[in-house]
């Protein structure tokens, strides 16, 4: 995600795997991703918790303004 750079602006919605424990050296947990995209103007719209990991579904508040 951080790899599109201003690029993400032009995203309206982005879909996701998450973790909420650490299942691999240095991965990225929901928190940190969670608190990127809001950064960036994302609202985080549902989340499918499947024990451990699941998908979070953001859309982005800011497209098309």
């Not at 608190?35 to 508040?61: R, S, T, W």
């Amino acid at each position: 995600l951080k790899g599109l750079g201003d690029s993400i602006k032009k995203v309206k919605y982005i879909i996701t795997e998450v973790s909420f424990k650490s299942y691999y050296n240095n991965d990225n947990l929901y928190n940190e991703i969670n608190d990127f995209l809001v950064k960036q103007g994302f609202e985080m719209k549902n989340v499918l918790d499947y024990g451990g990991f699941g998908d979070a579904i953001y859309h982005n508040v800011n497209y098309g303004k």
